[in-house]
């Protein structure tokens, strides 16, 4: 695995552009200086083991590639064939370091203010429940899954297929809360959500705080969340409240949310304004391109992973439509030559969670690329190849996600 400096497992989603800036950073006083100031814990050396950091001790360890303190992705053949992502082995991703775990001791609590709209108000978690309540199943998804499948060597996080998971999330619907205040302000566009971490003093805060802006067109299905998986939200994944956007990057789901604006226009904080945009390799992030927001059509081969035996297979793995539904998946087992229609498995949970899928498969001894393509109800399907682009982002091409299995 490769050795990444501290803060390129940090604030870099947003930060940074150069991207020699893996060299620039070595010996850089100014660069050493913002990762002490953040707090992060340095890497363990290349070839130490990496244990899981004390605010996600509870995590399987073996079913996760700890990357550093801030970031865990499951293994591949560690998702199962279950809807649902079971909690310990979900990834995890920090731009900051946490707030105190305490502040999930008392979760009712929390408090929420809410403005730009006609009634603006601080609400606590123990108000919010009383608002209002669904359970929604959704793909939690990092821009950056399949980052390192870029051959230009997209800066950060090497994420392969496992910074994702499906998870069954219990809150107020967004909608219900904002009704009970007004409804928004005339003229507001975009739904702004601050994160609760407290910002380290010394840095400018808008460099760093987690703050997203997302269309009020998310309204119809977002919610103020503080069960996951039917159990309190835990602080490692924003408890005691989370602003969950079905179907949208994991980045606008703001965690220990704070902070709710109905706005005229995107927040100005730079994992907004040049953080998390699609743009060309070598170009800097700006407000003119597209935000990681809706997610695109996916999926990925889950088992046979390695090497196996000849034979009956059943190939395994998992796929989801972003906001859109699914309406299938194929898998092929030469390299993308000949396709056949997998069959879902499992229970639909609805448009925005995935759905696991198996394919029955006779396959001789010796090597077999095995890939899948799903295609949505709208007729999007997985592009063969990557749209290339700086950070890495929104990588669906089935060909990297495919993988090749030894049979013997
Ligand atoms: N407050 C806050 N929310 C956040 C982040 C963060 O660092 N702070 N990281 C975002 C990113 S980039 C991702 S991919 C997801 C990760 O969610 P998880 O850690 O629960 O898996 O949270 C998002 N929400
Ligand atoms: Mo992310």
Request: charged share 20%; proline share 7%.
């Amino acid at each position: 695995m490769k050795q990444e400096t501290s803060l390129e497992q940090g604030p870099d989603d947003q930060g940074l552009e150069n991207p020699n800036r893996r060299k620039l950073l070595i010996g850089s006083a100014g660069a050493m200086a913002a990762v002490s100031l953040l707090g992060f814990t340095p890497l363990a050396k290349a070839d130490e083991p990496k244990t899981l950091p004390d605010y996600a001790a509870w995590k399987e360890r073996n079913a996760l590639i700890v990357h550093s303190t801030n970031t865990m992705e499951t293994q591949r053949g560690a998702i199962g064939n279950g809807v649902i992502t079971a909690s310990d082995r979900l990834f995890v991703r920090n731009n900051l370091p946490a707030p105190p775990a305490s502040v999930t001791e008392n979760p009712d609590a929390w408090e929420l203010h809410i403005e730009g709209v006609r009634n603006p108000r601080t609400l606590t978690v123990r108000e919010l429940k009383n608002m209002g309540v669904t359970t929604v199943a959704s793909v939690l998804q990092c821009s950056g899954n399949g980052r390192a499948f870029f051959p230009h060597g997209a800066s950060g996080t090497q994420w392969s297929v496992g910074a994702a998971g499906c998870v069954m999330w219990t809150g107020v619907p967004l909608k219900d809360v904002v009704e009970a205040l007004g409804g928004p302000v005339e003229g507001a566009r975009y739904i702004t959500s601050t994160g609760g971490e407290s910002l380290p003093e010394g840095l400018d805060p808008k460099t760093i705080m987690v703050e997203r802006s997302v269309p009020t067109r998310a309204m119809e299905s977002a919610l103020l969340a503080w069960e996951m998986n039917d159990e309190p939200l835990p602080h490692t994944h924003g408890g005691p409240l989370r602003m969950v956007v079905p179907g949208y990057y994991g980045v606008n789901n703001v965690k220990y949310v704070k902070n709710i604006a109905f706005t005229r226009e995107q927040t100005d904080a730079k994992i907004q304004a040049s953080g998390y945009r699609i743009r060309d390799v070598g170009v800097k992030g700006a407000p003119d391109q597209p935000s990681m927001w809706e997610m695109n059509v996916k999926s990925w081969i889950t088992a046979p992973l390695g090497s196996g035996r000849s034979g009956r297979n059943m190939i395994y793995g998992v796929a989801f439509g972003g906001t859109t539904a699914l309406e299938k998946v194929e898998v092929s087992v030469d390299g993308g030559k000949t396709w056949k229609q997998a069959r879902f498995l499992g229970p639909d949970l609805g448009p925005y969670a995935w759905r696991p899928f198996v394919l029955s498969a006779d396959l001789p001894a010796g090597q077999h690329q095995i890939a899948s393509r799903a295609t949505d109800v709208l007729g999007n399907s997985q592009p063969e190849g990557r749209t290339e682009n700086e950070r890495g982002y929104g990588h669906n091409g089935w060909s990297d996600h495919g993988v090749t299995v030894t049979l013997s």
